[in-house]
Structure formats: C-alpha cells, structure tokens
C-alpha cells in the first residue's frame, strides 16, 4: 500500500488509548459545539458523535435533556471505558464500529477531532458517508482545523477552501467561518461548520 493510501486503523487508535496517548481529549465540551446544541431545540432529535473519543460532548447534551445519542468509536479500549461510564444512562449508546461501516439515520452529526485523524485522500469518502448517515436536511455541525500543518498527522489540517471542495457535492454550507470561541489552544485556527444534507 503507497504511504498516500495509510489508513489509520484499530490498532494504531487501539494502542494510543492503551498508553493514554490522547492529546486531542481536552478534558470537556468544545465550547462552539457546546453553545450550537444550547440553541437546538429539538431534545429527542438522534444525535451522531463519530470517532466520539471520552464523549464529554455526549454527557452535556444528556444533561442539558438530549435522549438519543448515539457514540461510535474504532478503538475497543475506548469503547470499553465509555460503556462504563455511560451504563447508567439511558440517552446515550456506544458501538464498537468503523465509521464507513456503520449505519444508521441521524438528525446531527457532531464533528470534534474526528475528521482531522484521517488522511486528505479519504475526506471526499468522510463527507459522502456523513450525508449517507444523516436524515433529509439533517445537519453535519462542528469544528475543523483552519490552517495546514507542517508535521505527519494525525491530526491533519486543511483550509476552508479545500473543505467547500470536499463538502459541497453533498451538503449545503449554511456555515464556515473562522470560530469566535475556541479553546486557547486552537484559537484563530478552527472553522465552525454548519453543513445541511443536499
């Protein structure tokens, strides 16, 4: 397999949840993401996170009164934490699966560091199988990174303008603009994105 065609795979995830190599967790709800579900009003709305890491996103919204969310995640290990952490509560259900093999009909994906952790050349599949995931006009809504980065990923960079490319043939942009209340590590470097599904 060329160096171009990597996948990041359970094992690679695996392995760095094992040696709690998980410098992408920032302890709490990313803020923006926090603030546009605060504003959602539909409370039993089936609400997506992939690749959903600690899911300190998911224990918000069950608090704030969300009753369907659903967490996928490709690590087994992280898997195997969150079923602990959530087997008490009944707005939240955890799959052990690839997100391109996963299934199912949401209202919202939430989008946190997941897109980051994979290659370019597979973000044109990303967006296809986010719209695939999501009910008609349901809505893909997050952060993305807003610069290129001068290292090996993950994570990987980008720019608004190869995401338009990489969004538009299968969702609306009803939003991407430069995010006004990111954490200080990542301000002035992250996009928030509201997509709707064509």
Same mark, same amino acid.
């Given at each position: ?7 990041? %795979? ?17 302890? #709490? ?10 504003? #959602?009003?539909?409370?039993? =709305? =089936? ?15 069950? %608090?704030?009164?969300?009753? /369907?969310?659903?967490?996928? %995640? ?24 690839? @997100? ?10 939430? +989008?946190?560091? @997941?897109?980051?952790?994979? #290659? &370019? ?14 009910? &008609?006009? *349901? ?8 610069? +290129? @980065? *001068?290292? +090996?990923?993950?994570?990987? *960079? ?11 043939? #299968? @969702?609306?942009?009803?939003?991407? /603009? %430069?995010?006004?209340?990111?954490? &200080? &590590? ?7 994105? +509201?997509?709707?599904?064509?």
């Amino acid at each position: 397999m060329d160096d171009d065609k990597k996948v990041l %795979d359970v094992s690679f995830w695996n392995l760095r949840w094992e040696t709690h190599n998980t410098g992408w967790d920032i302890g #709490y709800p990313s803020p923006p993401i926090a603030e546009y579900m605060n504003g #959602y009003p539909n409370k039993q =709305a =089936a609400i997506l996170i992939p690749g959903c890491g600690n899911a300190h996103e998911a224990e918000y919204l069950s %608090d704030k009164g969300f009753t /369907d969310i659903t967490l996928v %995640d490709i690590a087994p290990k992280a898997v195997e934490i969150l079923k602990e952490k959530f087997r008490d509560n009944p707005n939240i259900n955890v799959f052990l699966s690839d @997100f391109f093999e996963f299934s199912g009909s949401f209202d919202v994906m939430i +989008e946190q560091t @997941f897109f980051c952790t994979h #290659y &370019p050349w597979r973000r044109e599949k990303y967006s296809e199988k986010a719209a695939s995931l999501l009910k &008609p006009g *349901g809505r893909l809504i997050g952060v993305l990174f807003a610069s +290129e @980065f *001068g290292f +090996e990923g993950p994570p990987f *960079g980008g720019t608004e303008e190869s995401y338009r490319k990489i969004f538009e043939p #299968y @969702f609306e942009i009803k939003k991407m /603009d %430069d995010c006004y209340n990111s954490i &200080p &590590p990542r301000a002035g470097n992250e996009l928030f994105v +509201e997509l709707i599904k064509k």
